[in-house]
């Protein structure tokens, strides 16, 4: 070839001539273009998301699906807390075991010790 080679690694073509527009696009008019999936579902789950589009409350499946996900992670974090708390609580528990802080409970009384735990004493 006489005169100027590509630089390795530079792509030229119509598709690549296009790419380069869509991500100048996304980057200039601050447009982010979401990555799609595939997924499969369940017989009742897809019956499930028909339904829910046609009340009206939502347009597409992708809302549906991405609605249900916003919930999956609000689950994933409380129950990261709650494991958090639970792992304070036993600590606290062994420590007062450690230091004889307890009550003692025979197996007859325990459901009405358990059942007491629950009422209000106020």
Not at 49 to 63: D, H, I, L, P
Not at 96 to 109: K, L, Q, S, T, W
């Amino acid at each position: 070839m006489v005169g100027k080679r590509p630089r390795p690694g530079v792509r030229k073509g119509p598709f690549y001539h296009k790419l380069a527009i869509l991500a100048n696009y996304e980057v200039a008019c601050h447009v982010h273009f979401m990555p799609t999936r595939n997924i499969n579902l369940t017989e009742r789950q897809d019956r499930f998301v028909a339904e829910v589009m046609a009340s009206g409350r939502y347009q597409n499946a992708s809302e549906v699906v991405r609605d249900g996900l916003r919930m999956l992670e609000k689950r994933e974090a409380e129950d990261a807390v709650k494991l958090i708390r639970l792992g304070t609580a036993l600590a606290e528990a062994d420590d007062a075991i450690g230091r004889g802080d307890f009550e003692d409970i025979a197996v007859e009384d325990l459901d009405g010790w358990l059942e007491a735990l629950g009422t209000d004493t106020r």
